[in-house]
């Protein structure tokens, strides 16, 4: 079934940094974030490679920002297919980048993507790239829900790019959280990081806000990711502080066959007419 996305074009968020944005429409209302980014600087970075369903255009707005020829490094954060799913292009187009990944990553995608082993550098938490211009350090986010998940730090912005956490719907094409509905943000915060980390319901809730904590002493300006709005200022600490919130708590239960009937008769309904 094809989706059908908000006409976005790239969005600057900090100097020389570019989210390449989609927004799906979520069947409960509002939108959900599959976004990615592009760091341009000394060596040009693509952060997560979207989804292979909207390929064309998010390539598009992925080159409106950098050439392919100019782009040295492409960073994954993990082998969800919303994060990889044009990696094998974006390789294609870009024949001086390396792949940034880990022994998960690669293990993980083994027998579903052809990826270049001789392209491939690993990167773990703690340890960075040292660019020109600025220093990429990979982290474990505060939630994530592959092995693999590793988020990335910019010491030239002060950006962390969190991957899947932090999550949030939007009512149309939102950037910052202070525009979010506060409703929607509330409700939805919730439900998203508890539905992707569901572990969150065993966690030692004093171990899990140690592990946040390494996280949060990182010099942080903004906070971007994949599936929510980008967090600045206040908004980074509450962010935060409500995932810590979700730890050793009832996780939020999701949508059954109700659902997915509802979907089904919407769809019948709309071919019928
Ligand atoms: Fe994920
Ligand atoms: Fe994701």
Redesign the pocket.
């Known amino acids: 079934m094809p989706i059908e996305t908000l006409p976005t074009a790239a969005h600057q968020i900090a100097a020389e940094t570019w989210l390449v944005p989609t927004f799906a429409p979520d069947p409960a209302g509002g939108f959900v974030g599959a976004h990615s980014l592009v760091i341009r600087g000394a060596e040009p970075v693509i952060v997560d490679t979207g989804c292979s369903l909207v390929r064309d255009d998010w390539l598009a707005k992925a080159f409106s920002v950098v050439e392919p020829d100019d782009v040295r490094w492409v960073f994954l954060s ?1 082998d ?1 297919h ?2 990889v799913g044009n990696v094998e292009t974006v390789l294609e187009r870009c024949p001086n980048a390396t792949l940034v990944v880990n022994f998960s990553i690669a293990g993980r995608l083994t027998g579903s993507l052809d990826l270049p082993l001789e392209r491939m550098r690993f990167l773990d938490p703690g340890q960075s790239l040292q660019l020109p211009d600025r220093t990429l350090t990979a982290v474990r986010p505060p939630v994530f ?2 092995p693999a ?1 590793r988020g990335l730090h910019d010491s030239a912005t002060g950006l962390l790019w969190a ?2 956490a932090f999550g949030a719907l939007v009512q149309g094409e939102i950037y910052d959280a202070d525009d979010v509905d506060p409703a929607l943000y509330d409700q939805s915060f919730a439900m998203f990081n508890s539905w ?1 980390t569901p572990w969150l319901e065993w966690v030692d809730v004093d171990r899990f806000a140690a592990h946040v904590q390494t996280t949060l002493d990182l010099p942080l300006e903004l906070v971007a990711s994949a599936h929510g709005p980008v967090h600045r200022g206040p908004r980074v600490a509450d962010a935060f502080r409500r995932t810590l919130d979700l730890a050793a708590q009832p996780a939020v239960p999701m949508p059954g066959q109700e659902l997915l009937d509802l979907v089904l008769a919407a769809a019948l309904t709309e071919t019928a007419a």
Do not use: E, L, R
């Open positions: 993990h969800d919303d994060h829900d592959s998940t991957a899947d992707n």
